[in-house]
């Protein structure tokens, strides 16, 4: 059995992670840590968990967490890579939620997230655990940076195409929906159902934390910087992300739908769409899965491709379990659940 | 393993069950029909299920579900009925999780059904399968009346209280608020989007199927006719049901924490709240089990029962499989699943 | 024309009122005061009044309120009571949305709010701004304390029955179940989109602010103090209350639905439908209506009313405008809109 | 007064038609069509119109509505090219909510509707009922084709680019979410609460009917053909349409913010919102507006304009209304709403 510490389990990717990690048939969960919570049973704060985790949280104290084998962070951004250090030393490995390694370079990490980066030779070994882009490296990664949610729908989607250089990777359009448990647990006015329920709107046009770390995935694929105009909206509901992703083609021959089908055959947590059908976000509630179509409209030049998944688990919990079980040699499906429909 | 055949796996209840018994891990899914489905693959219409359920629906053929251990009924009231002889000669089990083998006396179901009942006989061998009342007697039966979905929120909510006449039993109320998914999956204009979001509205106030159904359960544990009225509401959501249970005590000495404390004590799937907490639907979602709390407020003389389920597991699906559980001496839990929350 | 101002804009009651306003015929609204925004335009805030309002927020300062012929105070309970002495003396009258001015009792005020009523004579004179009972009192009044949204429902629902004394006014039950706005616009984690959509829930049940209210009107009504059980829910959607009444009938042989119908035939908002509808809170979304119906469910002795308002309408600033017409004579009506539907 | 009569009131877009009729100054409803529905009181079927509209609705015969000035059709695609020539020869005007008259080539009408056009002489005199581009043939017109909700919220945020001849109009993207009401009042299992909340999709990428209207709006303004990929997704609301537009701008020294100012400068129902910030759907949710912001990310080349209008006004019923307005010379703005919010 796998032993598990979870640091900072309050918020909707913690409790998403406790709920797959209760049912993991590999692992043991030893320890949840919460600041403000301390001493209160985790099953007060969520009530899903009563009976199937009798687990306090505790203040996080690192002689507690080194005895793990894995610990993950599920804390806002800059919280990690505080306290990563000490537990790499304790030969505890790392899979990080948050944003701390997920761009590779400091400087850029700064820009967007405002703060020096704490630790850059960390953040040099670090391995981006997209495991359908990634897979050997997170095999052997102390530290995975576990991808954002919109990052995980969007690069998936345009993967094959960039990996094939077949489309003008100068002007890609990512037009992306999420639920609102994206914006996390914190109490903000533009988070309440009065606000967020019947409504839908763009936001972060100008500029999203999640455009630098696609830029990144993709540029490393194609080998080059790529131009991406990446847009997300808030829709009403709490969970699902839905990415319709734009881009011209350079060759109208290629069979695109065998081309996705082929590039994700052996992957367990990829599902492409028979010719025609389109992805529905409810299909993968619950469920780590990233579920796609593409399509050529009107046989002309722009591929369309919808891509959508679970903010909560394919972006974030349920993808940080697929790559725990790399790093630790479990079946990659362990611990997996169906999507609940309706 | 268990031999599972399903008929009528096209509704809620269908793919809920399904989902289930995909992970059940003492269950072969033998065979899914539907007359109007047949030949087509069950992933296509639930999409959730792709890569977890590899059968397609096909026209019920009765040589075919004979095959079974038992049989799941998720059909249109009526349809069981006319099935179940033929399955039982055969020594199948059946477990309906329509309304056929409800009501025990056939006067009342036509009543309320508005048909003769095609099998009297075996209406009379039907066991309500109600675990916290009829454990023993599912046990050995034949054929299971799987719960209607109200009737389980209100009958385990005010069990403890009819079984210890604490209270005036011939003014009961149960003010119930349901979700949209309760009237199924049929293209009804009130069960449209547009028609029932953003709209809370009671419904059947001058008699509903249920009716009859709780006053039985509740009559058989009074030994007597019991009054009751039933509001059922339906609420802006997709699973859950919430009944508020209102009676009036007649001794205010009693301990009632106490009681539904010790009256559910060894019960897997029924949890009674701490002193002062209140059960909420979503703790409950995906979930087999039936969350409550007592209180007496203001130090009065009514009590105030809170009870919440899925009406899709607890209330159709998963109690449907709790039965099975108890009927071929598997674990009571084997299957069960932990909620999604948010 | 009326000159108007409004104290504390920036929650859902105000933004309601001053859409209501901003088409009201013989309104002109002076000044918005808000100390956390002022200096910002309203409409930035509020989108929905760009071209419609075109006020800045500003800090209340006396000098300037006093300039109105009513000023309402849409502000947190205990904000009025410190201002209103100034107002008045200056001829100016009051209409508070918040609860200062809802208990008669100061003593019964402290309990349930937990400071010293500021003004305990201005308490005495104010009138309870429910003009289905007070139309003559409103008219002359220089204070009206308006309902809040529970009690409007549940007394209106009930008023028939007390005012003729036909139930048992010991053993009343008021089960009532409110959107999400009822919480306000606070950044509060139980408002979320994420924790209250797809749930629902009981509240308060141990003792809610609306309780003692609701008990004063009826009481005042009936002449005897009365036993109310008040369980309020929350629902989820943003506006809308539905109120199940019910009660123990003395005389089966009363005519309820005549009695209802003629008891509000006169009254421009309050709407009884006829014998076996049951209404729909999307039936008053945005319109200043209550809407009813009464039913004795099988011919028993348990009366059953289904009350409907829009909680921040009838419930909060269209009944503030209705009593403002009141007030200076204007016809009641005056500014209604008709519902959104669907 | 403007006498009116509605064909085929039953629908979402007629029951919203209804409601800001009945509230229009300058207006006389004096016949609702539907032959379904007919002899049944309107507010029996929409209870927010009770006290508002005391109309039945009648079997449509044309010497009845031939009394009128002006004639909606709020019926399905195919009804009012059936009707309308004997209509226009009693010198009726007629607005089709519908889509009969708005593709001006009888071919492509057919290629999308499969039927033949039944009076394309009619067809070829009829207006775009779109006021901003074509307000004074409009004004003129004895038969004004209202344009569908897609093309209204994508044409009008494109016009000032495609007008200016600012972008690469061969390769336009239209990213449009709708609420579920744009699907309509039918019974369509797709259209249930159960499977359109918490739920999100991309539809219609093969084409859309709406496609060929928006690349007619488009090219009769560019004088020569557009690329255009148009993709619709349903978001889980009943209200609303937000589109975001991409387009790969020529020159990037305009000032865009300056153009759409004063394009839209003197148009009542338009808004374009200050630089930086973003509309979102809800502060249109009742009212005649299409709001929108223009930016251009990261001073990249890539312009994104976000377009936000209700569906059912702006986008159908409200669009009639201004355009019933400009023919008979009324105040554009006549019995215009302000918007719900929240």
């Known amino acids: 059995m796998i032993k598990v ?15 797959l990690l209760a049912t993991h048939p590999e692992v043991t969960l030893q320890v949840i840590t919460s600041r403000s919570e301390a001493g209160y049973a985790v099953s007060d704060m969520f009530p899903n968990l009563r009976g199937h985790l009798d687990l306090k949280f505790q203040v996080p104290q690192i002689n507690v967490l080194t005895e793990c084998d894995v610990v993950f962070f599920a804390t806002p951004n800059g919280t990690a890579m505080g306290m990563v250090a000490e537990l790499l030393a304790a030969g505890v490995r790392v899979i990080d939620l948050a944003a701390d390694f997920r761009l590779k370079d400091p400087v850029e990490w700064k820009r967007w997230y405002e703060v020096d980066h704490a630790c850059p030779e960390i953040l040099a070994e670090a391995v981006y655990g997209l495991p359908e882009l990634n897979r050997a490296a997170i095999k052997k990664a102390r530290v995975v940076a576990n991808p954002g949610c919109y990052p995980t729908a969007v690069s998936l989607g345009l993967l094959p195409l960039i990996e094939q250089g077949l489309v003008d990777d100068q002007h890609l359009i990512a037009d992306a929906k999420s639920g609102v448990s994206g914006a996390g647990r914190g109490a903000k006015v533009g988070s309440l159902l009065c606000e967020a329920s019947e409504n839908f709107k763009a936001y972060g046009v100008s500029g999203h ?13 194609a080998k080059h910087s790529v131009g991406l105009t990446f847009v997300p909206h808030l829709t009403p509901m709490i969970r699902g992300i839905e990415a319709s992703l734009y881009a011209v083609i350079k060759n109208k021959n290629v069979d695109l739908q065998a081309l996705y089908e082929q590039r994700y055959a052996s992957e367990p947590f990829v599902d492409v769409l028979p010719a025609g059908q389109l992805p529905e976000t409810r299909s993968v509630k619950g469920a780590n899965m990233c579920r796609m179509a593409v399509q050529r409209p009107q046989d002309g030049d722009v591929v369309v491709v919808s891509s959508v998944i679970d903010n909560l688990v394919k972006g974030a919990a349920g993808q940080a379990i697929q790559n725990m079980n790399i790093m630790f040699g479990l079946a990659e499906t362990a611990g997996a659940q169906i999507a609940l429909l309706p």
């Open 209 to 221: 934390r999640h455009l630098p770390e696609i830029r990144q995935v993709l540029a490393g694929v």
């Open 5 to 19: 510490g979870v640091v900072g389990g309050t918020g909707y990717t913690g409790v998403e992670l406790l709920r």
